[in-house]
């Protein structure tokens, strides 16, 4: 969008603000924006980037708004305050511009119009002081990784040596990683037609590209075609790493939105079903799959209730989970959860290994993966199923917990592992008897 073409900042900050107002009430960032944005399309992109712009932020402003005020301010004028400063704190637009801006949009609605003076004296504060009060604030583990407490005091627990360099990664802008679809072209030919069109990227696994400057689907050459899919490069182990083979019944049991099975089918799984319980979530997968011109049994269900008359030699079960690993992708994700979560979705997925385990045949294969970094979805979960199941061992992978790792990566070498993704945690688990 040329600056010609942008709305006014005032009505961006405005729609944000309503975002902001639905995603501290724990709605997801991403339904929020659809919600507010439903009727005026043409904001989506701007609005969008102010409200992601204030998640990243969020921490920092909150404590300012805290800081800078007698008393707490009413929540609208609170939202439109957070989404102001962040745009501040981006240095997206001159000061004066958000300032005036903001006033403007808090002028604009019978909700804030009260409070306009005060917003505009909190923002001036806050640009006259801004070095000393975020420095000041920054010493605050909270405020410098934009973190809650409970998350931060976990990873620590977790990773002593390595928690500062996960958060860290995490800060950083989401990377666009591509999967080339090897069965139709190479990634080296892939490449050379990026290059020809002048798009810069780089190969960051078996079948990953990292393309330097994020761009919208309809600009991904090939994409509408099946080509290529956007997926991370650890997400792109688990279709490798399961082996499912032509002919192998193979049922994909957490699926929406399709991008393991579209993988999986890529690869060569002929007999396929993809099961997913949430019927909204389960019309991606069909819209993923047509794309890619490939085909699987869409099933809606819940996989810890499956239809017991048929064994699978292969099931990936991609479970829901804290999502603690792709923090980059959606830094809503921190501030959505509570401590409480984590125990609850260890207890779905401990239901969802027990239901699918007996549909496995002997010498059968289930690939256990969670987009998590917390040892309780993941390697400690997993020693809990060993305990519990006698028939069940672990076949070695060359790595279970994937860090993620920082943009800044060497040029991908011809060993299995991708040089940039996200936080999983992958186990193999075969069935011995
Ligand atoms: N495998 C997917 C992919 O690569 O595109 C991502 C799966 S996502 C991590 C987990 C999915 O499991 C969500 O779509 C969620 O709706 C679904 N799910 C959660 N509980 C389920 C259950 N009991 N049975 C089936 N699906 C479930």
């Known amino acids: 969008m040329s600056p010609v073409d942008a709305p006014p900042l005032a009505e961006v900050l405005q729609q944000a603000a309503m975002v902001w107002r639905l995603f501290r009430a724990g709605q997801s960032l991403d339904r929020a924006i659809a919600a507010v944005v439903d009727k005026r399309p043409n904001l989506r992109p701007a609005v969008q980037d102010a409200s992601y712009s204030a998640v990243r932020h969020l921490a920092a402003s909150e404590r300012i708004i805290e800081r800078l005020s007698a008393r707490t301010p009413a929540r609208d004028v609170a939202a439109l305050l957070a989404v102001s400063l962040a745009q501040l704190q981006s240095g997206r637009y001159g000061d004066h511009v958000v300032v005036d801006q903001a006033v403007s949009a808090a002028r604009s609605s019978p909700k804030t119009r009260a409070a306009s003076g005060f917003v505009n004296a909190l923002l001036r504060t806050f640009v006259r002081e801004r070095e000393s009060l975020l420095a000041d604030l920054r010493v605050d583990e909270v405020v410098h990784y934009n973190l809650p407490r409970w998350w931060i005091e976990r990873l620590q627990r ?40 002048g798009i810069s990227a780089m190969r960051v696994g078996p079948q990953a590209l990292w393309m330097h400057e994020p761009r919208p689907v309809s600009a991904i050459p090939g994409f509408s075609a099946g080509d290529v899919s956007i997926q ?22 957490c699926a929406a939105p399709g991008g393991k099975t579209a993988h999986l089918a890529e690869l060569g799984a002929t007999d396929l079903t993809a099961l997913e319980v949430d019927p909204d979530r389960a019309l991606r997968i069909e819209e993923n799959l047509r794309r890619i011109g490939v085909a699987a ?3 809606i269900g819940d996989a810890r209730q499956p239809d017991t008359g048929v064994l699978y030699e292969r099931i990936l079960l991609d479970a829901p989970c804290t999502a603690s690993g792709i923090v980059r992708r959606h830094a809503d994700i921190p501030w959505l959860r509570r401590p409480t979560d ?38 400690e979960q997993i020693n809990r199923f060993l305990e519990r199941r006698p028939d069940a061992r672990q076949v070695p992978l060359p790595a279970a917990q994937l860090l993620p790792t920082s943009t800044s990566v060497a040029a991908w070498q011809d060993c299995g592992l991708p040089t940039l993704h996200d936080g999983f945690f992958y186990a193999l688990l075969e069935k011995t008897r």
């Open 158 to 197: 977790a990773y002593p040596p390595d928690w500062k360099a996960i958060a860290e990664s995490q800060q950083q802008p989401p990377p666009l990683v591509l999967r080339v679809n090897t069965s139709r072209l190479s990634v080296d030919a892939y490449l050379r037609t990026l290059q020809d069109l």
């Open 297 to 299: 049994r869409i099933v």
């Open 342 to 379: 984590v125990a609850q979705l260890t207890t779905v997925q401990r239901e969802l290994l027990d239901a699918l385990w007996p549909l496995l045949t002997p010498g059968g294969r289930l690939l256990y993966v969670v987009c998590s970094l917390f040892p309780e979805e993941g390697r």
């Open 232 to 253: 991370d490069g650890g997400a792109q182990l688990a279709a490798s790493w399961l082996d499912a083979r032509p002919g192998m019944r193979v049922l994909d049991a």
